[in-house]
């Protein structure tokens, strides 16, 4: 069987990092799904959802890294399209994943001890972010 | 090495839930993420000035039902927030587990005139002192970070980097970091007692 939810996440962009482990959890529990995975997935490309350790010092170095790699202030190609100035937040996206997948065991997410499930929202403003929450198994 | 002296907790969204949290819910009795997005907007920018202390509770409220053109008057909506106002499960238990070494600091976000009826149907005093309570709105801060860093240090009396700040609000706790303090984002007690013990904190 195959159970979907879509989320909408309140966020200010500019790297926001959302911790949605417990929405996805308790989605999971709500199906009742015993034996299978859940798919998040992500509905834009300047984000991400990433498994990660909500610390705010990893999310510090995080940032600093993408600055390196794909820094805010860059003249883009993007850019002379004149619709958005977000080049950096696109490139960021592709360099992480827009969706993962957590294998369900006797109902619970088989996470390690440390591993969360966060959205990154790079969008240079607030905007309504969408998520999709896919459970499948039995 | 971290040596950590002083804990700064935040009220809402450590302690008990954020404002905006109970006053959407007040308003509108549905997630934040439902709300059309001008009024977060709104929302949003309207709680900085509460946190700062440009405005007052009741005027917050105001704005803040005028702007949701709801049915509840500015004076309802205050009194059903300090009367709503409730505990994080466990928090109260998971702060008392730390050693009686550290400074326990409370950042009051809420104003002082909601604050103390909630404090005291709370116990809250039970787990703080009041002389280490800070109100964000009586701080003079011309902006509430970075702004609140420094001044809890020096409220505090102690070295930047032996200060730790507990937080729900991920971007702020990742501005302490950036600051110099140590910093913890607060998911749940659970996780927070866990950060705790990994940081070798707890007796």
Not at chain 1, 119 to 125: A, F, G, L, N, S
Not at chain 2, 127 to 139: A, D, G
Request: charged share 20%; glycine share 4%; with cysteine.
């Amino acid at each position: 069987m195959f159970y979907t939810k879509q989320i909408v996440l309140d966020t200010a962009g500019n790297f926001s990092v959302v911790n949605v482990t417990d929405q996805v959890r308790d989605f999971v529990t709500s199906t009742g799904v015993k034996h299978g995975q859940v798919l998040v997935f992500y509905k834009h490309t300047t984000g991400a959802v990433i498994i990660g350790e909500h610390e705010a010092g990893i999310i510090a170095d995080l940032q600093d890294m993408f600055e390196r790699i794909a820094p805010v202030l860059h003249d883009y190609k993007h850019h002379l399209k004149g619709v958005d100035f977000n080049g950096h937040a696109h490139m960021r996206s592709t360099l992480m994943t827009i969706n993962v997948t957590i294998p369900i065991l006797e109902g619970e997410l088989l996470l390690g001890n440390y591993q969360e499930i966060l959205v990154i929202d790079d969008q240079t403003e607030p905007a309504p972010r969408h998520l999709v929450i896919q459970v499948s198994g039995e | 090495m971290e040596t950590i002296k002083a804990i700064f907790f935040w009220l809402g969204g450590v302690i008990i839930q954020p404002i905006p949290e109970l006053v959407v819910r007040e308003l509108y009795d549905q997630p934040i993420e439902n709300i059309v997005i001008q009024n977060r907007l709104y929302l949003g920018e309207l709680i900085q000035e509460l946190y700062i202390g440009q405005i007052d509770g009741r005027s917050y409220c105001r704005m803040a039902v005028h702007q949701c053109q709801s049915a509840l008057e500015a004076e309802d909506l205050e009194t059903k927030i300090t009367h709503r106002a409730a505990l994080q499960p466990l928090i109260l238990e998971t702060v008392d587990t730390l050693p009686s070494s550290y400074q326990r600091w409370l950042i009051s976000d809420y104003p002082a005139e909601w604050f103390r009826p909630i404090a005291e149907r709370l116990d809250l005093f039970s787990c703080f002192q009041e002389e280490r309570l800070v109100f964000t709105s009586s701080c003079r801060l011309t902006r509430l970070v970075p702004d609140i860093f420094y001044h809890i240090v020096h409220r505090s009396n102690q070295s930047i980097k032996d200060c730790m700040i507990i937080d729900s609000v991920t971007p702020r706790a990742i501005q302490a970091v950036r600051h110099g303090l140590s910093s913890t984002i607060f998911v749940d007690a659970k996780r927070l007692k866990r950060d705790f013990s990994l940081r070798k904190m707890l007796a």
